[in-house]
């Protein structure tokens, strides 16, 4: 199952990136596939950023799909990822994909 998570407008601290990351599992504890969606985004701070993708690899999240992110938001989650084994991020696409 892969689970959908909203980034706010402004995502600033390890608490808020654990809290996002929270309520998207909700009763699901595991997921390998999550699609972030992130147009909404004006500024994300490194440090939201670092603890977002760690707790995406805490629930057992091995790829993400970021929708809509900017050039900088997306080199921030690679570079979080990076510092980990076993996450991969990678810009996705809103339109669906033909059967």
Do not use: W
């Amino acid at each position: 199952m892969t689970v959908a998570i909203t980034l706010p407008r402004l995502v600033g601290t390890r608490d808020v990136a654990q809290r996002v990351v929270d309520e998207a599992f909700g009763d699901e504890s595991t997921s390998r596939d999550v699609t972030v969606y992130a147009r909404a985004v004006l500024s994300a701070a490194p440090s939201f950023v670092d603890a977002f993708v760690g707790a995406l690899q805490a629930n057992g999240v091995e790829d993400v799909r970021v929708i809509g992110g900017s050039a900088d938001l997306l080199r921030k989650l690679n570079v979080a990822a990076r510092r980990r084994t076993g996450i991969r991020i990678e810009k996705g696409s809103a339109k669906p994909v033909p059967a």
